[in-house]
T-cell receptor
Framework: SQKIEQNSEALNIQEGKTATLTCNYTNYSPAYLQWYRQDPGRGPVFLLLIRENEKEKRKERLKVTFDTTLKQSLFHITASQPADSATYLCALSRGFNKFYFGSGTKLNVKP | GAVVSQHPSWVICKSGTSVKIECRSLDFQATTMFWYRQFPKQSLMLMATSNEGSKATYEQGVEKDKFLINHASLTLSTLTVTSAHPEDSSFYIC????????????FGPGTRLTVL
């Protein structure tokens, strides 16, 4: 079965720095990869989607890369702010909106 | 943007009782909805795909007689946890996708179930 790995340790960074989160996967060939933000006790909120034929996607302070050879996606938040503190989940799919999620990485941005 | 609601937001029940959770797409029609469960500090685990007008498709290891799913309309799917036990205590989240043309799914706020 597919395995999706995100760093289980929290990422602590200083405000203003760039946060980089990693998502690695095995036994799977996704057509789509998404990143979500989840706050405690809440449902995930969609951030970005990238397709298998795309290398990079940007949205405001967010950037996602997708390397199908390395089976890895990187998620960057530039000029991070304390309000960016949350758990970030990656999710993979072959289509039809059926996604499988990683365990998430908690980001703490300190003022 | 598209909004998905869930009701109730939290529920406490006694062991052996059944609990129904509703998932509604408020401003769009969804032929497909998904149900997930999430344990503390763990990721979302896909339980089943709810299809309007047909039977749900369950993921491996999920008991369909335990978790009954009904998708009676294009805006409503329900998950019923039957004969609930303490190990069913979890955070249940649904998601829905707008019609063709988007690869995005929108999540509800989740329902916290505690079985005593």
């Amino acid at each position: 079965s597919q395995k999706i790995e995100q760093n289980s340790e929290a990422l602590n960074i200083q405000e203003g720095k760039t946060a980089t989160l990693t998502c690695n996967y095995t036994n799977y060939s996704p057509a789509y990869l998404q990143w979500y933000r989840q706050d405690p006790g809440r449902g995930p909120v969609f951030l970005l989607l990238i397709r298998e034929n795309e290398k990079e996607k940007r949205k405001e302070r967010l950037k996602v890369t997708f390397d199908t050879t390395l089976k890895q996606s990187l998620f960057h938040i530039t000029a991070s702010q304390p309000a960016d503190s949350a758990t970030y989940l990656c999710a993979l799919s072959r289509g039809f909106n059926k996604f499988y999620f990683g365990s998430g990485t908690k980001l703490n941005v300190k003022p | 943007g598209a909004v998905v609601s869930q009701h109730p937001s939290w529920v406490i029940c006694k062991s052996g009782t059944s609990v129904k959770i509703e998932c509604r797409s408020l401003d769009f029609q969804a032929t497909t909805m998904f149900w997930y469960r999430q344990f503390p500090k763990q990721s979302l685990m896909l339980m089943a795909t709810s299809n309007e007008g047909s039977k749900a498709t369950y993921e491996q290891g999920v008991e369909k007689d335990k978790f009954l799913i009904n998708h009676a309309s294009l805006t409503l799917s329900t998950l019923t946890v039957t004969s609930a036990h303490p190990e069913d205590s979890s955070f249940y989240i649904c998601s829905a996708s707008p019609p063709l043309g988007t690869d995005t799914q929108y999540f509800g706020p989740g329902t916290r179930l505690t079985v005593l």
